[in-house]
């Protein structure tokens, strides 16, 4: 994946494995969501989120949403 141009540091796949999110806690934001059966991005992730600096992904239990 070339959406991210630092160390990714944490990987994270949704429980339906369609989905894997990925980060690196060397710049803020950058945290990605990659939809595997197609290798598309999510363009729109974050978005509203405030992320930050990310250091570690989990899938919320019952939610499609990844923190």
């Known amino acids: 994946m070339l959406n991210l141009t ?3 540091n944490a990987l ?3 429980p339906s494995g ?3 999110a990925m ?3 060397m710049k803020e934001e950058a945290v ?3 939809y595997l ?3 598309s991005v999510f363009a729109n992730f974050p978005g509203a989120y405030n992320l930050k600096m ?3 992904l989990a899938w919320s239990p019952g ?3 990844c923190l």
């Open 54 to 56: 990310v250091n570690s």
């Open 6 to 8: 630092t160390q990714i």
């Open 18 to 20: 369609e989905v894997l």
């Open 23 to 25: 980060s690196s806690e």
């Open 63 to 65: 939610e499609d949403i």
């Open 32 to 34: 990605k969501l990659v």
């Open 12 to 14: 994270k796949f949704h």
């Open 37 to 39: 059966p197609s290798m």
